[in-house]
Protein backbone atom coordinates (compact mmCIF):
# COMPACT_ATOMS: atom_id res chain seq x y z
CA UNK A 1 0.00 0.00 0.00
CA UNK A 2 1.18 3.67 -0.44
CA UNK A 3 -0.28 5.98 1.23
CA UNK A 4 0.05 9.45 -0.59
CA UNK A 5 -0.58 13.37 0.65
CA UNK A 6 -0.96 16.24 -0.85
CA UNK A 7 0.40 20.00 0.63
CA UNK A 8 0.91 23.47 -0.77
CA UNK A 9 -2.31 24.22 -1.98
CA UNK A 10 -4.20 27.87 -1.22
CA UNK A 11 -5.12 30.67 -2.32
CA UNK A 12 -3.49 32.61 -4.94
CA UNK A 13 -3.95 36.08 -7.56
CA UNK A 14 -4.18 35.27 -11.05
CA UNK A 15 -0.61 35.56 -12.92
CA UNK A 16 0.59 33.96 -9.52
CA UNK A 17 2.29 30.86 -8.51
CA UNK A 18 2.10 27.79 -5.77
CA UNK A 19 3.78 24.96 -5.32
CA UNK A 20 2.17 21.41 -4.34
CA UNK A 21 3.82 18.10 -2.97
CA UNK A 22 3.25 15.11 -2.53
CA UNK A 23 4.67 13.02 0.04
CA UNK A 24 4.29 9.00 -0.12
CA UNK A 25 4.62 6.39 2.99
CA UNK A 26 4.25 2.81 3.03
CA UNK A 27 6.08 1.96 -0.29
CA UNK A 28 9.07 3.54 -2.14
CA UNK A 29 7.70 5.75 -4.83
CA UNK A 30 10.93 4.73 -7.30
CA UNK A 31 8.74 1.77 -8.37
CA UNK A 32 6.04 3.85 -9.51
CA UNK A 33 5.23 6.85 -12.42
CA UNK A 34 3.50 9.47 -10.57
CA UNK A 35 0.80 12.15 -11.91
CA UNK A 36 -1.45 15.25 -10.72
CA UNK A 37 -5.13 15.32 -11.40
CA UNK A 38 -7.50 18.06 -10.69
CA UNK A 39 -11.25 18.48 -9.66
CA UNK A 40 -13.09 21.56 -10.31
CA UNK A 41 -16.49 22.11 -8.81
CA UNK A 42 -19.74 20.06 -10.87
CA UNK A 43 -16.59 18.89 -12.96
CA UNK A 44 -14.97 15.70 -13.53
CA UNK A 45 -11.27 14.79 -12.76
CA UNK A 46 -8.91 15.84 -15.64
CA UNK A 47 -5.45 14.83 -15.87
CA UNK A 48 -2.87 17.46 -15.27
CA UNK A 49 0.18 16.25 -15.61
CA UNK A 50 2.69 12.92 -14.40
CA UNK A 51 6.23 11.67 -14.24
CA UNK A 52 7.82 8.44 -15.32
CA UNK A 53 9.67 6.34 -12.17
CA UNK A 54 13.00 7.77 -13.16
CA UNK A 55 12.00 11.54 -14.05
CA UNK A 56 13.27 10.95 -17.10
CA UNK A 57 9.60 11.56 -18.88
CA UNK A 58 7.27 13.81 -18.26
CA UNK A 59 4.12 14.65 -19.68
CA UNK A 60 1.65 17.83 -19.40
CA UNK A 61 -2.12 18.40 -20.11
CA UNK A 62 -2.39 21.26 -22.86
CA UNK A 63 -4.38 23.54 -20.72
CA UNK A 64 -1.12 23.58 -18.34
CA UNK A 65 1.40 22.85 -21.10
CA UNK A 66 4.24 25.81 -20.20
CA UNK A 67 3.00 26.79 -16.94
CA UNK A 68 3.19 23.71 -14.90
CA UNK A 69 6.29 21.92 -13.99
CA UNK A 70 6.35 18.59 -12.43
CA UNK A 71 9.45 17.28 -10.77
CA UNK A 72 10.28 14.00 -8.02
CA UNK A 73 13.08 13.38 -5.66
CA UNK A 74 12.78 9.25 -5.61
CA UNK A 75 15.38 10.04 -2.33
CA UNK A 76 12.64 12.04 -0.61
CA UNK A 77 9.62 9.93 -1.36
CA UNK A 78 8.27 13.17 -2.68
CA UNK A 79 6.77 15.04 -6.59
CA UNK A 80 5.88 18.40 -7.07
CA UNK A 81 3.61 20.45 -9.09
CA UNK A 82 5.68 23.84 -10.05
CA UNK A 83 2.59 25.99 -10.88
CA UNK A 84 3.37 29.62 -12.30
CA UNK A 85 1.08 32.07 -14.36
CA UNK A 86 -2.22 30.67 -12.49
CA UNK A 87 -5.40 31.61 -13.79
CA UNK A 88 -8.67 31.13 -12.84
CA UNK A 89 -10.09 28.46 -14.61
CA UNK A 90 -6.86 26.29 -12.39
CA UNK A 91 -8.92 26.26 -9.38
CA UNK A 92 -9.96 22.79 -8.32
CA UNK A 93 -8.74 20.48 -5.96
CA UNK A 94 -5.57 18.87 -6.73
CA UNK A 95 -4.77 14.94 -6.43
CA UNK A 96 -1.91 13.18 -6.44
CA UNK A 97 -1.92 9.57 -8.10
CA UNK A 98 0.57 7.00 -8.28
CA UNK A 99 0.34 4.11 -11.26
CA UNK A 100 2.66 1.91 -13.15
CA UNK A 101 3.39 4.22 -16.37
CA UNK A 102 2.55 7.25 -17.52
CA UNK A 103 -0.02 5.91 -19.99
CA UNK A 104 -1.60 4.18 -17.05
CA UNK A 105 -1.56 7.13 -14.99
CA UNK A 106 -3.78 9.13 -17.94
CA UNK A 107 -5.98 6.20 -17.98
CA UNK A 108 -7.89 7.68 -14.39
CA UNK A 109 -9.08 4.20 -14.12
CA UNK A 110 -6.32 2.40 -13.71
CA UNK A 111 -4.69 4.91 -11.15
CA UNK A 112 -3.37 2.61 -8.07
CA UNK A 113 -3.46 5.09 -5.66
CA UNK A 114 -4.59 8.60 -4.78
CA UNK A 115 -4.01 11.49 -2.33
CA UNK A 116 -6.93 12.88 -0.54
CA UNK A 117 -6.63 16.42 -2.58
CA UNK A 118 -5.59 19.57 -1.99
CA UNK A 119 -7.59 22.93 -2.56
CA UNK A 120 -6.16 25.80 -5.39
CA UNK A 121 -8.06 28.18 -5.10
CA UNK A 122 -7.31 31.61 -7.75
CA UNK A 123 -8.65 34.90 -7.81
CA UNK A 124 -9.35 36.95 -10.67
Known amino acids: QVQLVESGGGLVQAGGSLRLSCAAS????????MGWFRQAPGKEREFVAA????????SYADSVKGRFTMSRDNAKNTVDLQMNSLKPEDTAVYYCAAGSTIATIRTIHRVDYWGQGTQVTVSS
Open 26 to 33: GRTLSNYA
Open 51 to 58: VSWSGGST
